[in-house]
């Protein structure tokens, strides 16, 4: 158990020096969006360039949007966990956030009011700081039953309209269960799954990002 902490610890410092790294390079007029969530956001199994966060401000400087989108993803993390570190993982400077979690708890079965409480406090908190925020939906495993996977969808669509922020319903759209879009694991997708995710949610990002420049 302590090696365990220590090995967290250490990931909390290093994801931490990341983002104020990336976040004192940021260009006057840029806006910067944290992506926080899980290793669905880390990139887990990808070259770093592969990342959602990566092939998202790849894709919206494509457009000539001047944004900077800061990777604050870590593996393992449940709605709970991200909810610990988010006061550190939001940079002053930043405008908006991406929330993406759930899986973690979904893939552990952990009960929805728990997640659903979680996600309520990073919204809160979030908007307590002037963040737009753009809320990634997930999916539970139908093997856990059709009350349990009923009751985690509703989660993002009962937070999004209680606190009217942005919904994606399923981050995963487009890519979950395609092999060929999908790591051998099945749970995470490769560099092209990402750019399907990238193009899917393109359309909300935008909307996000059309509600930073409106203020």
Not at 100 to 125: R, V
Not at 135 to 152: D, I, Q
Not at 169 to 198: E, R, S, T, Y
Request: overall charge neutral.
């Amino acid at each position: 158990m302590k090696l365990r902490n220590c090995c967290l610890s250490l990931l909390a410092a290093a994801l931490l020096l990341s983002v104020g790294l990336q976040a004192a390079r940021a260009e006057p007029g840029e806006t910067v969006i944290v992506a926080l969530g899980d290793s669905l956001t880390a990139g887990y199994g990808l070259p770093q360039n592969q990342s959602f966060p990566a092939q998202l401000q790849a894709a919206l400087k494509a457009k000539g949007q001047k944004v900077r989108i800061i990777n604050a993803g870590v593996s393992g993390d449940t709605a709970t966990a991200a909810l610990q570190r988010l006061d550190w993982a939001l940079p002053e400077d930043a405008s908006a956030v991406i929330v993406e979690l759930g899986a973690n708890d979904a893939l552990q079965g952990l009960p929805p009011e728990g997640t659903e409480a979680a996600l309520a406090k990073i919204i809160e908190k979030a908007q307590g700081k002037g963040l737009k925020v753009l809320l990634a939906g997930m999916e539970a495993p139908r093997n856990l039953g059709k009350e349990y996977v009923e009751s985690f969808r509703a989660i993002y669509s009962d937070l999004a309209a209680k606190y009217d922020v942005l919904l994606y319903p399923f981050f995963l759209d487009g890519a979950a269960l395609n092999d060929g879009l999908m790591q051998k694991d099945g749970l995470h997708p490769n560099g092209k799954g990402v750019a399907v995710i990238v193009g899917k949610m393109m359309p909300k990002v935008e909307a996000l990002l059309a509600q930073v420049q409106s203020n």
